[in-house]
Structures are given as C-alpha cells and as structure tokens.
C-alpha cells in the first residue's frame, strides 16, 4: 500500500471555503510543502520543524480513519495540505469511492498529478503577490490537463489587498472556463487568538464591494466560514 504522510485527519465538519462551502467533509491534511506562503494557516502541515508530528500511514490506514470518523456514512473527504499533490492518492480515492464517498482535494497547482483525474472536485487555489510566492503557471496547466474531463475543476483565490485582487482579475482572464471563488485572506492564523467577527465582515465587505463596483460578476464572494465559527481552532 502507499504510503503517506499525515499531519492529521480530522471531521466530520462542514467544509468551510469554496466551491463546496458547508458541505459535510472530513479532512485528510498532509504534511509538507513546496510553498511558503507568508499567511499561511497551516504550517503545523507544512514547516519540516512539525515533522514530528506527522504520521506515516499508508492509504489503508487512512482509510479506516476517514471510515471511523464517518461511521461508514459516506460523505466527502478533503485532500488538503500542505500540499497534497506531493503525495499518491490513487489507492485512497479508489478504496473511497467504491463505499460511495467523494474526493476534492485542495492544492496550489504547483504540482500536477495523473490521480487529480479520479477526483470528483480538484479545487486550484493558486497563491496571490501577497504570499511572496510565484505562480508556475505551465505547472498550473498541466494540473488542468490531468483533471481535464473527469473531475469538476475550480479556481480559488484568497486576497489581501489591491494588488493581489488585480492579480485575481488577470488569472480570471487567463482561466475564463474555471468557476471562480475569492475569498478574503486572513491575517490572524495564531490558533489561541480569538478572531473578531468585525473585522472578518468588514473585509468581505470591501471584497464585494470592490467586485460589485467594477462589475466584475464572474466570481463568487464568499466568507471563510469556518473562521467565522471556529477562528483558528484546530480539527474543526
Ligand atoms: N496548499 C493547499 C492549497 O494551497 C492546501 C491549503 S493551503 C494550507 O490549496
């Protein structure tokens, strides 16, 4: 069996962001990265320094897990990161989808894997001027090319400020096929800080605004759902 590595699995819960917004999932995250974004709200799943606390699982026992927190009830599991696409999923999205459950798996598009095409959501999120990180957008493509015709592929972008909701309009150009969801970024990621409910508004707020001003109506705005209940918490 393949081997994995996991930083933790954790659900049910609602899905809180994107295209699959509330909808019931448990999460599979992963452990390590090849980005480094600068507000990045997992690093316990990304920084070699949690290695630690990573789990070596292979895609059975990752299985068994997701078939433990559902109680055999079939629902969607989010493949979430770190960054996934540096692992094999095949066996996990086979062994899932002959009980009846759905994959979507959350990635920057960083890196293109032949199982994106098994998926049922392949959500690409690729990362804004503010993260200090820079698109590979041949990369990018490929990802698209291996989902292409079999699992729903979608666009979201997280922004946190003028010059990365230009940068948003320009990957819309460039993607007019992909659904897209922009969401405001969110610059407290310390799990013991308590978020205001405030703030969080008032940046949706200047999204919609800015979007409804320019008539830019391809995307869907949407709040980070699960920061609005649950802050930074973990395992929620
Ligand atoms: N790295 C993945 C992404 O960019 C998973 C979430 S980011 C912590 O979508």
Request: hydrophobic share 45%.
């Amino acid at each position: 069996m393949t081997q994995l590595r996991i930083a933790e699995i954790f659900g049910p819960t609602i899905q809180g962001e994107g295209a699959l917004i509330g909808e019931p999932t448990v999460f599979v995250r992963t452990g390590g990265c090849d980005y480094r974004c600068s507000w990045c709200d997992s690093m316990h799943a990304v920084d070699p320094v949690y290695r630690h606390t990573w789990a070596a699982m292979d895609s059975g026992a990752v299985w068994a897990e997701v078939l433990r927190l559902s109680k055999r009830n079939p629902l969607t599991v989010s493949l979430s990161g770190g960054n996934p696409a540096i692992q094999d999923f095949t066996q996990l999205i086979a062994l899932g989808h002959a009980a009846g459950y759905r994959f979507a798996c959350e990635t920057q598009g960083s890196i293109a894997k032949p199982w994106f095409g098994d998926l049922d959501t392949l959500v690409l999120s690729p990362k804004p001027p503010s993260s200090g990180e820079l698109v590979d957008w041949d990369a990018f493509d490929d990802c698209l090319l291996k989902a292409k015709g079999a699992c729903s592929t979608v666009m979201k972008i997280v922004i946190f400020d003028e010059t990365d909701y230009a940068w948003a309009r320009m990957a819309a150009d460039k993607y007019p096929e992909l659904p897209l969801f922009l969401q405001p970024g969110n610059v407290e990621v310390d799990p013991d800080v308590a978020v205001d409910p405030q703030v969080l508004a008032d940046k949706l707020l200047w999204l919609v605004d800015k979007t409804m001003h320019d008539r830019w109506f391809a995307p869907r705005v949407l709040p980070q759902l699960h920061v609005l209940l649950w802050g930074n918490k973990r395992g929620v």
